[in-house]
């Protein structure tokens, strides 16, 4: 099972919106709407940011939103700020109890 | 507040074997699945399998398979991965991570570097 197609770079200066793409199949991303996103700094364990695709744990800032359309996730982070500056990694219930994740996409701010 | 606390550092010869602890506390142990995730030097994340505290069930991920176990020890809510005939490939921090609501993982442990070298 290949994990999901991520671009490996995406950037933006402050204040802008930047969207990551998250690609999978008919069998993961397109099934379930169970797609979650995950904030990484350097030597830092994961943070979950979005679930269920579009939902907010408590404490993440609003400006992080999350959708889906067919086979495809997105993760949008709108009014970039210094901080966002990290790996993003989408991950999918693909299933019979099993997940995936996506390569991993690194977010610049300029 | 909940907290996964994880084992430390460990060195590995190719060919044997490594265990890793995760231990969880501010919460009900057995009320939630615990997954393990590893991430190679520069990779991504990679899902390896969970375990069920409550029965002990598991799943992994077919790639693992046959060479990965995961056990738990309710009375210290304590959650353990075994992974056999290492080899380099195998170098990677590995985190247990809880899964909160509806197949996410709300918390993680701050993870736990196996290096595998001759």
């Known amino acids: 099972q290949s994990a999901l197609t991520q671009p490996a770079s995406v950037s933006g200066s402050p204040g802008q919106s930047i969207t990551i793409s998250c690609t999978g199949t008919?069998?993961?991303?397109?099934?379930?709407?169970?797609v979650s996103w995950y904030q990484q700094h350097p030597g830092k364990a994961p943070k979950l940011m979005i679930y269920e695709g579009s939902k907010r744990p408590s404490g993440v800032s609003n400006r992080f939103s999350g959708s889906k359309s067919g086979n495809t996730a997105s993760l949008t982070i709108s009014g970039l700020q210094a901080e966002d500056e990290a790996d993003y990694y989408c991950?999918?219930?693909?299933?019979?109890?099993?997940?995936?994740f996506g390569g991993g996409t690194k977010v610049t701010v300029l | 507040q909940v907290h996964l606390v994880q084992s430390g550092a460990e060195v590995r010869k190719p060919g044997a074997s490594v265990r890793v602890s995760c231990k969880a506390s501010?919460?009900?142990?057995?009320?939630?699945?615990l997954h393990w995730v590893r991430q190679a030097p520069g990779q991504g994340l990679e899902w390896m399998g969970w375990i069920n505290p409550t029965s002990g069930g598991t799943n992994y991920a077919q790639k693992f398979q046959g060479r990965v176990t995961m056990t738990r020890d309710t009375s210290i809510s304590t959650a353990y991965m075994e992974l056999s005939r290492l080899t380099s490939d195998d170098t990677a921090v590995y985190y247990c991570a809880r899964q909160g609501t509806l197949e996410s993982f709300d918390y993680w442990g701050q993870g736990t570097l196996v290096a595998v070298s001759s």
């Open positions: 008919s069998s993961d991303v397109g099934s379930y709407n169970l």
């Open positions: 501010g919460y009900t142990f057995t009320g939630y699945y």
């Open positions: 991950c999918a219930y693909a299933g019979s109890s099993t997940f995936i």
